[in-house]
């Protein structure tokens, strides 16, 4: 697992662009590193604006089966979903055909989650 701090006050925007997590059936052609579902358990957060606060954690909505090729894929799929990072919020995904970002955090702001994946044998 892994334990992160997005930290709005050290650098501000701080984000993380789209991208899949294990990118094996994507058009990058990487080896499959075995990923199948992330989990992200997001704390120390208080009750979260993120219109105020940013630091959203974003989905494009595609066939969670497949991946799509290409970012520009994932985009032509109209629908989004973002989840806040409020305290005690537990989110999971596939890890291998779920584009995802974290949106830019406002200054001053910081974001604690803790992630672990869970792999096919």
């Not at 199948?36 to 940013?54: A, F, K, P």
Request: with cysteine; proline share 7%; charged share 15%.
């Amino acid at each position: 697992g892994m334990l992160s701090c997005n930290a709005g006050d050290v650098v501000p925007g701080a984000r993380y662009d789209f991208h899949v997590d294990n990118p094996y059936q994507t058009s990058m052609k990487v080896p499959d590193d075995k990923r199948r579902l992330t989990v992200i358990y997001y704390i120390g957060n208080e009750s979260w604006d993120i219109h105020q606060n940013g630091g959203a954690l974003q989905f494009c909505l595609t066939d969670p089966l497949h991946a799509p090729e290409t970012l520009t894929d994932a985009a032509l799929h109209t629908g989004r979903l973002t989840v806040a990072p409020s305290c005690d919020t537990l989110v999971v995904f596939f890890s291998h055909t779920m584009y995802h970002a974290v949106l830019p955090l406002a200054p001053g702001k910081r974001r604690f989650a803790f992630s672990t994946w869970f792999l096919v044998p």
